[in-house]
T-cell receptor
Framework: DAKTTQPTSMDCAEGRAANLPCNHS???????VYWYRQIHSQGPQYIIH???NNETNEMASLIITEDRKSSTLILPHATLRDTAVYYC?????????????FGQGTELSVKP | NAGVTQTPKFQVLKTGQSMTLQCAQD?????MSWYRQDPGMGLRLIHY???????DQGEVPNGYNVSRSTTEDFPLRLLSAAPSQTSVYFC???????????????FGPGTRLTVT
């Protein structure tokens, strides 16, 4: 699986967009990009995933560059409840559906 | 649906004791996994299962056993507890909803284990 690189921490003002970058320069053509977040002491929560195209759901948007070497998770209007560690994971869609490898993630602090 | 449930929520063990952490899901998911999370660290995969009767090792399997006799249950056994196994343990399940969606994992609330 491709390795990902994320900033250790980021701050964002409440109500503003939070843009979380992820570098995955060794990604293969059949690998998906997944984002999860973990609010303090809770189990991680799935946010979004994508392959090539940009994706949007009720929680966030995922922008993947054309060369797929990096991506950005966008929380359009961050709230204090979005304070969490955000994990970017790259994984091929095979039959090993339970085998996610988490890195260190980005600790996002949303401030009033 | 209750989702993914884990018991117990908290556990204290003495070195050398054995115990089983329970995990159950009621969503008929085929995939289940166990992770551990040490303070200030990310999650590390211990064992995972792609279906009843099929398990495989993750990143840090030593000292742990698993079995998957039913789709619903995926217990994690600590054979002889060591202080290095003090951690928070998360169980997760997922299913093959479509290509690329197999990794939408649902996590349980965790079991906080302390080994003294």
């Amino acid at each position: 699986d491709a390795k990902t690189t994320q900033p250790t921490s980021m701050d964002c003002a409440e109500g503003r967009a939070a843009n979380l970058p992820c570098n995955h320069s060794t990604i293969s053509g059949n690998e998906y990009v997944y984002w999860y977040r973990q609010i303090h002491s809770q189990g991680p929560q799935y946010i979004i995933h994508g392959l090539k195209n940009n994706e949007t759901n009720e929680m966030a948007s995922l922008i993947i560059t054309e060369d797929r070497k990096s991506s950005t998770l966008i929380l359009p209007h961050a709230t204090l409840r979005d304070t969490a560690v955000y994990y970017c994971i790259v994984r091929v869609a095979d039959n090993q559906g339970g085998k996610l490898i988490f890195g260190q993630g980005t600790e996002l602090s949303v401030k009033p | 649906n209750a989702g993914v449930t884990q018991t117990p929520k908290f556990q204290v063990l003495k070195t050398g004791q054995s115990m089983t952490l329970q995990c159950a899901q009621d969503m008929n998911h085929e995939y289940m996994s166990w992770y551990r999370q040490d303070p200030g660290m990310g999650l590390r995969l211990i064992h995972y299962s792609v279906g009843a009767g099929i398990t495989d090792q993750g990143e840090v399997p030593n000292g742990y056993n698993v079995s998957r006799s039913t789709t619903e249950d995926f217990p994690l056994r600590l054979l002889s507890a060591a202080p290095s196994q003090t951690s928070v343990y998360f169980c997760a399940s997922s299913y093959e909803r479509g290509r690329g969606a197999a990794y939408e994992q649902y996590f349980g609330p965790g079991t906080r284990l302390t080994v003294t």
